[in-house]
């Protein structure tokens, strides 16, 4: 038991390093909001330099223009660059999610097309999946695509999508819809991917009760699509969701902001009605012990999935329990440090308050954070079924015509 | 990054379930918490030395096997699955590993083949009333070589042949090693929550004593034991843990209610979630222990802290909500819950409660960050 790199690790380390020291920006862009609403053209330049430097996209098979590398090459790739200020990644969800579905289903020419700039950070792609009336249930999904009354083979997109992010600046996304509400819903689904520029194609903000905006809704009104924008067969839409939705706890990251040391920090700044630092306090204490060991928790555990990574090895489910924890730390500990400055915990000023500035903007993200990339349930459903072994719920919506579901509004 | 067992050492944790789930049944427990007069189970700890666990940690020249502090992990983590009812913990995670820290050449000599052989049987006497262990709370002295006063509980204390005694000499707190043998020593066997394993009050009426390590050194002495056998005790919880996980599965699954298994409601697919988060948080904080106590890591004080936290809120949770999960079964002395739910409260309260640990770690972590 050890926390050394491999000899080969060791070597690859020191390559990405000696790039990094010669390429890596040292400043960054004063308006990145690290939600991928900074300076996309810094973002884009970041990303062509990675891939012309064979460090983009590094466990893509070599025939998508990848680098055809190790799970570990790329964990090892991100800590490295992580201790610059690089822009922060418009790509994620694309190169994550997004284009890996197009290569797993498209024809080699929408392949040759698409894959070479998504590598290069040339076009940026988003995810259209949950929709107003569908989020955890994503299979519920409303947007239909019906076949264009001209006989071209065509298809005309109705309907809408939400939460979509980084539709704003995207260029292309990969969206679901339904083509068949006669057959139950998993089964009259198809994935198309669309042309985010299309005339048709309407991209609103959401103002976040957080205040920032980095998700969207997205509408589409008699948007055409030619049959070879299709993903997999007609009614396999859910089949290739899967494909997707596989990276997406991976690439949605687990909670970020201030930890336990920024709270430890707040609570020796911070003095209670003995005059004594919150820090003396027994329940203060207990709190931030608690919290340690849980982020303690979820280091050491992200440790064994890296460690299975390095021995060639699938890692264990224990990668499953990242976001259910985190994300509640995140709420609790910003919401004890707002607490702990009494009345004065309600100011967010960041000159008046500096203190409670940063725990605050973790208290409004928390709940979003909560519910992104599948809600606290849904994951708790995801251990119990998958990791160990528990049944599915009991559904009423498995063997019925789509459009005699029943639903609310 | 290689943060995982090695092969050699899952085997020799696949080989010591199997070695337990032979030797170590429920049944086998419930033998001893049955009858009113046994505290342990002497037949398994002869088998037990005859695998040779107890001196699996000893060096070779002392009579173990010269294995690394990872093998003890792995051990730990079955006989907690099992609810072993020996003095493992009092023996070798704490006399063991003290002697070995701290002891003379003499003092390893005199006691750790016996541990290896298992002839002896270890006891953590620092206890002696209600609340936390200070050095204000220490009456017991030791004059010109002799140990008086009282200590309660003492973990073991009905059967152990040698016990490490937090005594003050001259005013100075200091660790004693004590042979039980000798005149002097009173021992009463007490009640406790888990009566699968042994406990005592010690009473000592100028009992020779040894003194482990320099004087005054008793204190941190006693921390840095218990940073050890946290790490392995935490290890013996996570075995507990998941076997409580499991056993509310096995439960769930094989039960109707309403027309349905139970294990199909959301209400109990939630709950066993829950358990197997905290469960990996277990694990992950225990691994961390492990690497530091295996490394005598500078980081050891503050990874046993948090695999003891983790370990003991995961058991705690995890056999309470085992009973919950079966119902009113569950609550019946007939069905195993219960020696979980009691191994678990024994385990977070012998090495010290868990909020005494809590405020320990804090203060580790603020003299850390004040130095970074």
């Known amino acids: 038991m050890d926390f050394n790199d491999t000899p080969e690790e060791a070597a690859y380390r020191q390559k990405v390093r000696t790039w990094l020291e010669a390429n890596a920006p040292r400043t960054r862009d004063a308006n990145d909001d690290g939600e991928g609403g900074g300076d996309l053209a810094a973002a884009k330049a970041w990303q062509a330099k990675k891939a012309a430097a064979g460090f983009a996209c590094i466990t893509w098979p070599k025939e998508w223009g990848g680098q055809g590398g190790t799970p570990i090459g790329s964990v090892i790739f991100g800590e490295e660059e992580a201790r610059y200020p690089i822009p922060s990644n418009p790509f994620q969800i694309g190169l994550g999610m997004c284009v890996p579905t197009v290569m797993n289903f498209a024809d080699p020419a929408t392949k040759e097309r698409f894959g070479p700039p998504a590598i290069r950070g040339e076009e940026i792609w988003c995810q259209l999946f949950s929709e107003p009336s569908g989020g955890s249930d994503v299979a519920a999904a409303r947007t239909r695509a019906e076949k264009a009354p001209d006989g071209s083979g065509d298809w005309i997109i109705n309907g809408q999508k939400v939460w979509t992010t980084g539709a704003q600046f995207s260029d292309f996304g990969i969206v679901i819809v339904r083509t068949d509400p006669n057959l139950p819903k998993h089964k009259g689904l198809t994935m198309f991917w669309v042309d985010m520029k299309d005339p048709g194609v309407e991209v609103r903000p959401i103002h976040q009760m957080s205040g920032g905006s980095g998700f969207n809704e997205v509408f589409f009104t008699d948007v055409r699509v030619k049959d070879s924008q299709r993903l997999g067969g007609v009614g396999d839409g859910w089949k290739v969701s899967l494909v997707t939705l596989m990276n997406e706890r991976l690439a949605v990251g687990g909670a970020t902001g201030a930890g336990w040391s920024q709270f430890l920090e707040a609570a020796r700044d911070t003095t209670g009605s003995d005059g004594a630092p919150l820090l003396q306090e027994s329940a203060v204490r207990e709190k931030l012990a608690d919290w340690y060991v849980q982020a303690e928790g979820l280091r050491h555990a992200r440790n064994r999935t890296m460690t299975a990574l390095s021995k060639g090895q699938t890692p264990g489910p224990e990668s499953s329990i990242g976001k259910i924890v985190s994300a509640t730390l995140m709420q609790d500990l910003a919401n004890e440090a707002v607490e702990m400055l009494d009345q004065y915990g309600i100011i967010n000023d960041p000159d008046l308050a500096p203190l409670s500035g940063g725990f605050h903007g973790s208290l409004m993200m928390a709940p979003g954070l909560r519910i992104a990339g599948g809600t606290d349930e849904i994951l708790r459903n995801i251990i119990a079924e998958r990791v160990l072994g528990l049944p599915g719920d009991i559904r009423l919506d498995k063997d019925v015509a789509f459009k005699d579901v029943p639903t609310g509004r | ?372």
């Open chain 2, 1 to 372: 990054m290689n943060f995982d067992f090695s092969e050699d050492q899952k085997f020799l944790k696949n080989e010591a379930r199997r070695f337990l789930e032979a030797n170590c049944p429920t049944s086998r427990v419930r033998k001893v918490i049955d009858d009113p007069s046994a505290t342990w189970d002497p037949e398994l700890w002869k088998a037990v030395a005859g695998q040779g666990w107890l001196g699996a940690a000893i060096p070779e020249e002392h009579g173990g096997l010269g294995l690394g502090r990872l093998e003890l992990c792995v051990i730990a983590e079955e006989l907690g699955r099992a609810v072993a009812p020996i003095p493992f913990a009092s023996t070798v995670y704490v006399l063991a590993e003290a002697v070995m820290l701290a002891g003379s050449e003499a003092q390893k000599a005199a006691v750790l083949p016996g541990i290896a052989a298992g002839d002896v049987i270890g006891a953590l006497a620092t206890s002696e009333g209600p609340g936390a262990l200070s050095g204000a709370s220490i009456r017991a002295t030791v004059e010109g070589g002799r140990l008086s006063g009282t200590k309660i509980p003492v973990t073991d204390g009905g059967i152990a042949t040698h016990a490490l005694v937090l005594a003050k000499e001259g005013g100075q707190p200091g660790l004693f090693l004590v042979d039980l043998s000798g005149a002097g020593v009173k021992r009463e066997t007490l009640s406790t929550l888990d009566p699968s394993r042994d406990a005592a009050k010690l009473v000592f009426d100028k009992v020779p004593a040894e003194r482990l390590g320099g004087a005054g050194e008793g204190l941190s002495l006693a921390e840095q034991v218990l940073d050890r056998a946290a790490v392995l005790l935490a290890f013996e919880q996570t075995g507990g843990a998941d076997r409580a996980l499991e056993m509310a599965k096995e439960y769930a699954l094989e039960r109707f209610a309403f027309g349905r298994t139970i294990a199909s409601y959301q209400a109990i697919k939630h709950k066993l979630a829950d358990m197997y988060v905290k469960n990996e948080l277990a694990r992950s904080n225990a691994y961390y222990g492990a690497w530091a106590l295996n490394t005598n890591a500078p980081e050891l004080p503050v990874a046993a802290s948090a695999a003891r936290i983790a370990a003991s809120e995961a058991y705690w949770f995890g056999s309470k909500e085992n009973i919950q999960t079966h119902g009113g079964i569950g609550f019946t002395w007939a069905v195993d819950c219960h020696l979980h739910y009691r191994r678990s409260r024994q385990l977070s309260l012998v090495a010290g409660a868990p909020r005494v640990w809590k405020d320990r770690l804090v203060s580790h972590l603020e003299r850390r960050n004040a130095a970074a």
